[in-house]
């Protein structure tokens, strides 16, 4: 479907949950964000009936975020029902991939069709300080099990202020050696003025947005960095995504009270 500044909108990106087992410096604070009672937390159902009516609308492509979608237990059940939603052409996941190795089989087999995991820096002690106590070599495995479960794998590498092209080129190398995309991503803060990727890959430019995202909370927001949220009405699921995508800016500005964390990026 098009928004009011005539983008085509098609991507709906599902954020399963809040939780998450890292806390990247760039996502959350030490102390971790307040967390939804699990009651409030979308159904597998509720996600799945969202998905479906965004089809319906045109939407062609699913992205599972979290915090980290594979601490939402069950997460492959979840991916196969939406493998099975008419009009998805392209079921993906982001995820810090320190959980995917033991997973990443059965999330192939029931359709899930590639990953993005986050990887900042090859240096173990550097992982686990940007991570704030992540594993590197988990990492490493789940992406390894990812390629030999046959899914195709994009790094996804934050440019962090002590990031270095040495830093980078060894990342390059590794993708290249692995057979993985790689994407940049500048490091941006939501509650600042949003920016477009500039040298980086990501953020994209708002002139060619194509997403919207679902929130764990239910809640639909037209723009990352904004805080327009709309409450889907499970009664009139079309309805609520017709309004989030009317409401999507046409530039991203500020969005506060909540961390990156929490809608998923
Ligand atoms: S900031 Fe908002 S409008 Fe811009 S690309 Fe992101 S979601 Fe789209």
């Not at 949950?17 to 409030?40: K, S």
């Not at 062609?60 to 915090?67: C, E, I, M, W």
């Not at 009139?236 to 800016?249: C, F, M, N, R």
Request: proline share 4%; net charge neutral; glycine share 10%.
């Amino acid at each position: 479907m098009r928004d009011s500044y005539g983008r085509e909108i098609s991507y709906l990106r599902v954020s399963v949950t809040d939780r998450c087992n890292l806390r990247c410096v760039y996502c959350m604070p030490a102390e971790g964000v307040p967390l939804l009672p699990r009651e409030e937390v979308l159904s597998f159902e509720q996600i799945a009936s969202v998905a479906s009516a965004a089809a319906r609308l045109g939407f062609r492509k699913l992205r599972l975020t979290g915090g980290e979608p594979l601490v939402r237990s069950g997460l492959p059940e979840l991916v196969g029902i939406l493998a099975r939603v008419q009009g998805i052409e392209r079921l993906a996941m982001t995820t810090n991939g320190t959980l995917l190795a033991p997973v990443a089989a059965e999330l192939a087999a029931r359709g899930l069709d590639s990953v993005n995991v986050s990887l900042d820096t090859l240096d173990a002690a550097r992982y686990a300080a940007v991570t704030r106590g992540g594993r590197l070599a988990d990492a490493l495995e789940g992406i390894d099990s990812a390629r030999h479960a046959g899914m195709p794998v994009k790094l996804n590498v934050v440019a962090l202020e002590d990031s270095t092209d040495a830093d980078f080129d060894e990342l390059r190398r590794y993708a290249k050696y692995i057979g993985a995309e790689i994407q940049f991503i500048a490091r941006y803060r939501l509650s600042e003025e949003k920016r477009d990727g500039g040298d980086y890959d990501r953020p994209p430019r708002c002139e060619q947005c194509n997403r919207l995202r679902l929130l764990a909370d239910g809640t639909l927001r037209p723009c990352l960095h904004g805080n327009v949220a709309v409450k889907v009405d499970f009664g009139d699921l079309e309805g609520s995504i017709a309004t989030a995508v009317a409401q999507k800016p046409k530039r991203g500005g500020i969005c506060t009270g909540l961390e990156v964390g929490q809608i998923g990026g």
